[in-house]
């Protein structure tokens, strides 16, 4: 029982996390039709920079995380003007393949500057390491910290989408492109603004990742893969979907490593992907779509 | 004086000059020579199913790696002679890339490239964690074939092994791309729904290009073994997917000579960063980048315009991108107003 606590806890805390990540994927999905490959080095790239902030310059952790999301949101509008903007009536396959290209331009970078292969940076803890009893539950006090900010990111994520005019610009956008020009929008300018809102939300997530684990310059891929499988999971067009397989993906990985075994848990992203693309197209709360020729 | 090279000539002296390399060269460039054969032999086949079939698929670094694996480790757990376990490799590679054709025919453009994208990751993680079959991630020495009996060291003859496979190889990707398969290829990258209306079997052919492309693949990694004599699982990992795509984007998505010109200058550039990892990443990452912007038709674009002669007929994916799913964003560029052209 408390071991399952434990797991529990354990998985809706990183499943939160990869629910952010996830977010920043189907935000982007849903405007532009494309999945950027380099979002997760744009995640690494935010969690360099937190690093870099709070732990070689010293600054309180508040500051850092703004300043890495800033600078995240800068790497994201660059990804669009670069990878997105110029080849978007080239077609997808050019998209990808520049977004790649970017991902490990970046990964290259980060290697540079922030140590080889194998060079895990520790990222401070927040708070003290007493885990805290809530109830039956046992959960690290640090657990619930990240938690309790992955759910400030996604509400003031929601506000923004909901009420804000750059939020409703880019919804209308998602939903219909054409129309939203003739209504006034600037489209391509919130294609752009929608590279950027996805980076900051994946460089917020990495903030807030980097305390629980440590930082690399291949973590970016790692965690791509697991946003991926929870917004594949929720349908890749919809965010009540993304959370969702976010905290599902993070729930089966620990109870995966739990019970069967710790290596599990590094592939049993891949086990949903395939699982989900072979049997869920659609995703839990996708919307079933209509393929266009 | 104008220079005139035909794209025949070309592949003439590049396999010629590759054939007298063990008389004249070291150690070492013998074993660059080799490298840049495998490389040819995996951008064909790479070539053959994204350039010329328009499947975006990632799994090529992992087919790569069945067939070194399945070589080497038929010999060393099975005790098999290399020149059963090869095969035996190649084919392995074959069947596992041909069952990647059945999600291919549901799935498509995004979906496709991030299941094959998975896949490559979980056979990562099997020679990883698979320690009682693949000995892990420190991987493990393989014997070399024995040429003893041709009055030959191991690496000599493995590399004439690969120039031969790689000239049959070569040739028989040629004719592919020039009978009804290739031209059903090129039918179902432009347009899926004319393909199939026009009777082309949306099945039958994904399913021969994803074979074609793992044979290729498995076959150069048969190969791999022999020529360093070790395999881990490091040799066929993400930053391999990321150097095999950038061959055929530089040397020319859809030629076959484009594949030939990609991995050979590529693997030379390779070499010359050997020992940094970062600036390979960042290197072959930008050399993607900018030429998926800047020339996406490739090199052998280029040199078809300024070389009188060369006469490869190219089948790059002009207009239209290499999936079905046409991107919204498209209209809103092509289309200010009335009836996308679409």
Same mark, same amino acid.
């Given at each position: 029982?408390?071991?399952?606590?434990?797991?529990?806890?354990?998985?809706?805390?990183?499943?939160?996390?990869?629910?952010?990540?996830?977010?920043?994927?189907?935000?982007?999905?849903?405007?532009?039709?494309?999945?950027?490959?380099?979002?997760?080095?744009?995640?690494?790239?935010?969690?360099?920079?937190?690093?870099?902030?709070?732990?070689?310059?010293?600054?309180?952790?508040?500051?850092?995380?703004?300043?890495?999301?800033?600078?995240?949101?800068?790497?994201?509008?660059?990804?669009?003007?670069?990878?997105?903007?110029?080849?978007?009536?080239?077609?997808?396959?050019?998209?990808?393949?520049?977004?790649?290209?970017?991902?490990?331009?970046?990964?290259?970078?980060?290697?540079?500057?922030?140590?080889?292969?194998?060079?895990?940076?520790?990222?401070?803890?927040?708070?003290?390491?007493?885990?805290?009893?809530?109830?039956?539950?046992?959960?690290?006090?640090?657990?619930?910290?990240?938690?309790?900010?992955?759910?400030?990111?996604?509400?003031?994520?929601?506000?923004?989408?909901?009420?804000?005019?750059?939020?409703?610009?880019?919804?209308?956008?998602?939903?219909?492109?054409?129309?939203?020009?003739?209504?006034?929008?600037?489209?391509?300018?919130?294609?752009?603004?929608?590279?950027?809102?996805?980076?900051?939300?994946?460089?917020?997530?990495?903030?807030?990742?980097?305390?629980?684990?440590?930082?690399?310059?291949?973590? &970016?891929?790692?965690?791509?893969?697991?946003?991926?499988?929870?917004?594949?999971? &929720?349908?890749?067009?919809?965010?009540?979907?993304?959370?969702?397989?976010?905290?599902?993906?993070?729930?089966?990985?620990?109870?995966?490593?739990?019970?069967?075994?710790?290596?599990?848990?590094?592939?049993?992203?891949?086990?949903?992907?395939?699982?989900?693309?072979?049997?869920?197209?659609?995703?839990?709360?996708?919307?079933?779509?209509?393929?266009?020729? | 004086?104008?220079?005139?090279?035909?794209?025949?000539?070309?592949?003439?002296?590049?396999?010629?000059?590759?054939?007298?390399?063990?008389?004249?060269?070291?150690?070492?460039?013998?074993?660059?020579?080799?490298?840049?054969?495998?490389?040819?032999?995996?951008?064909?086949?790479?070539?053959?199913?994204?350039?010329?079939?328009?499947?975006?698929?990632?799994?090529?670094?992992?087919?790569?790696?069945?067939?070194?694996?399945?070589?080497?480790?038929?010999?060393?757990?099975? #005790?098999?002679?290399?020149?059963?376990?090869?095969?035996?490799?190649?084919?392995?590679?074959?069947?596992?890339?041909?069952?990647?054709?059945?999600?291919?025919?549901?799935?498509?453009?995004?979906?496709?490239?991030?299941?094959?994208?998975?896949?490559?990751?979980?056979?990562?993680?099997?020679?990883?964690?698979?320690?009682?079959?693949?000995?892990?991630?420190?991987?493990?020495?393989?014997?070399?074939?024995?040429?003893?009996?041709?009055?030959?060291?191991?690496?000599?003859?493995?590399?004439?092994?690969?120039?031969?496979?790689?000239?049959?190889?070569?040739?028989?990707?040629?004719?592919?791309?020039?009978?009804?398969?290739?031209?059903?290829?090129?039918?179902?990258?432009?347009?899926?729904?004319?393909?199939?209306?026009?009777?082309?079997?949306?099945?039958?052919?994904?399913?021969?290009?994803?074979?074609?492309?793992?044979?290729?693949?498995?076959?150069?990694?048969?190969?791999?073994?022999?020529?360093?004599?070790?395999?881990?699982?490091?040799?066929?990992?993400?930053?391999?997917?990321?150097?095999?795509?950038?061959?055929?984007?530089?040397?020319?998505?859809?030629?076959?000579?484009?594949?030939?010109?990609?991995?050979?200058?590529?693997?030379?550039?390779?070499?010359?960063?050997?020992?940094?990892?970062?600036?390979?990443?960042?290197?072959?990452?930008?050399?993607?980048?900018?030429?998926?912007?800047?020339?996406?038709?490739?090199?052998?674009?280029?040199?078809?315009?300024?070389?009188?002669?060369?006469?490869?007929?190219?089948?790059?994916?002009?207009?239209?991108?290499?999936?079905?799913?046409?991107?919204?964003?498209?209209?809103?560029?092509?289309?200010? #107003?009335? #009836?996308?052209?679409?």
């Amino acid at each position: 029982m408390l071991m399952l606590s434990y797991l529990l806890a354990t998985g809706i805390t990183t499943g939160a996390l990869y629910a952010l990540v996830a977010l920043g994927i189907v935000v982007v999905y849903k405007a532009t039709e494309v999945v950027n490959l380099a979002h997760g080095e744009l995640f690494m790239m935010g969690g360099f920079l937190a690093y870099t902030l709070h732990v070689m310059v010293k600054l309180p952790y508040v500051p850092s995380l703004l300043l890495a999301v800033a600078g995240s949101f800068a790497l994201g509008i660059l990804t669009d003007r670069v990878a997105f903007r110029p080849l978007m009536k080239e077609g997808l396959a050019s998209v990808l393949l520049a977004t790649i290209g970017i991902s490990f331009l970046l990964k290259g970078i980060a290697r540079v500057f922030w140590g080889g292969k194998g060079d895990y940076l520790a990222f401070p803890p927040l708070v003290s390491p007493e885990p805290i009893r809530i109830g039956n539950v046992m959960i690290m006090s640090q657990q619930l910290v990240v938690l309790l900010a992955t759910l400030a990111v996604m509400l003031v994520f929601g506000v923004f989408f909901k009420t804000t005019r750059a939020g409703k610009f880019m919804q209308a956008t998602a939903s219909n492109p054409r129309a939203a020009t003739l209504v006034g929008i600037h489209v391509s300018r919130v294609y752009m603004y929608t590279f950027g809102v996805g980076a900051a939300v994946a460089g917020a997530s990495a903030v807030l990742m980097a305390p629980l684990t440590l930082l690399y310059p291949d973590i &970016g891929f790692v965690l791509f893969i697991k946003g991926f499988a929870a917004a594949v999971l &929720g349908g890749l067009t919809s965010v009540p979907g993304a959370i969702v397989g976010g905290l599902l993906v993070g729930i089966f990985e620990q109870l995966a490593a739990g019970f069967i075994g710790t290596t599990i848990q590094d592939v049993s992203a891949f086990i949903v992907i395939m699982f989900a693309l072979i049997f869920l197209p659609t995703g839990i709360l996708g919307v079933r779509g209509i393929r266009k020729i | 004086m104008r220079v005139v090279v035909s794209h025949r000539a070309f592949l003439v002296v590049l396999f010629a000059a590759l054939a007298v390399l063990p008389v004249v060269a070291n150690q070492y460039t013998l074993f660059v020579g080799n490298l840049m054969m495998l490389y040819i032999i995996l951008a064909l086949g790479l070539n053959l199913l994204v350039g010329f079939a328009g499947q975006l698929a990632f799994a090529n670094a992992a087919m790569y790696g069945i067939g070194a694996y399945g070589a080497a480790l038929l010999q060393v757990r099975l #005790g098999l002679s290399y020149w059963i376990a090869a095969p035996c490799g190649a084919l392995l590679a074959m069947a596992i890339g041909t069952l990647l054709a059945f999600p291919a025919l549901r799935l498509s453009g995004i979906y496709l490239a991030l299941a094959t994208l998975a896949f490559a990751q979980f056979t990562q993680w099997v020679l990883l964690h698979w320690n009682t079959v693949t000995f892990g991630a420190g991987g493990f020495p393989v014997p070399q074939p024995d040429f003893s009996a041709l009055g030959m060291s191991p690496d000599r003859g493995i590399y004439y092994v690969t120039w031969v496979v790689t000239v049959v190889l070569l040739a028989f990707a040629w004719r592919v791309v020039r009978s009804r398969v290739g031209r059903a290829f090129v039918a179902m990258r432009d347009r899926e729904m004319a393909a199939q209306a026009l009777g082309v079997d949306l099945l039958r052919y994904k399913a021969v290009a994803f074979a074609l492309s793992g044979f290729y693949a498995g076959t150069a990694g048969a190969l791999y073994p022999a020529v360093l004599a070790y395999v881990s699982p490091e040799g066929f990992d993400l930053f391999q997917m990321i150097l095999h795509k950038a061959m055929i984007v530089v040397g020319g998505m859809g030629s076959i000579v484009g594949s030939v010109i990609g991995a050979s200058l590529l693997v030379y550039l390779l070499e010359l960063l050997r020992q940094f990892k970062a600036t390979q990443e960042i290197v072959f990452g930008a050399l993607l980048l900018a030429f998926v912007l800047f020339q996406p038709r490739g090199l052998v674009y280029f040199v078809k315009r300024y070389v009188p002669g060369w006469a490869e007929p190219l089948h790059y994916a002009s207009d239209s991108g290499s999936s079905s799913d046409v991107t919204v964003a498209d209209e809103v560029v092509t289309g200010s #107003g009335g #009836g996308a052209p679409r």
